[in-house]
Nanobody, 126 residues
Framework: QVQLVESGGGLVQAGGSLRLSCAVS????????MGWFRQAPGKEREFVAA????????RLADSVKGRFTISRDNAKNTAYLQMNSLKPEDTAVYYC???????????????????WGQGTQVTVSS
């Protein structure tokens, strides 16, 4: 079955950086778009970033534009989220996700994504 495993979370001071990884198994990774979402305590899960199957197109939430970068390495079956200039409001559990079907459009809605990782905690201290 399709499995997604996130790693790279942790505790960092405001202004610092982290790189999250999402290793995918059980399917042809290079064929499908990938997305990153996050959920802060007491809040709904929200879209952070998405990348097309070849990596040529990306989409970022307004709140992270200019600070976060999404990328992928299809040879390693892994997607990444590089997070710079972190703020306390970036504190959340971060999830990677991928859909059952592909699309030329990079969806931001949770319902489009069928497979999810277990999440990795990112905590940014002020």
């Amino acid at each position: 079955q399709v499995q997604l495993v996130e790693s790279g979370g942790g505790l960092v001071q405001a202004g610092g950086s982290l790189r999250l990884s999402c290793a995918v198994s059980g399917r042809t990774f290079s064929t499908y778009n990938m997305g990153w979402f996050r959920q802060a305590p007491g809040k709904e899960r929200e879209f952070v970033a998405a990348i097309s199957w070849r990596g040529g197109s990306t989409r970022l939430a307004d709140s992270v534009k200019g600070r976060f970068t999404i990328s992928r390495d299809n040879a390693k079956n892994t997607a990444y989220l590089q997070m710079n200039s972190l703020k306390p409001e970036d504190t959340a559990v971060y999830y990677c996700a991928t859909p059952k079907s592909n699309s030329v459009y990079l969806y931001t809605t949770l319902s489009w994504y069928d497979y999810w990782g277990q999440g990795t905690q990112v905590t940014v201290s002020s």
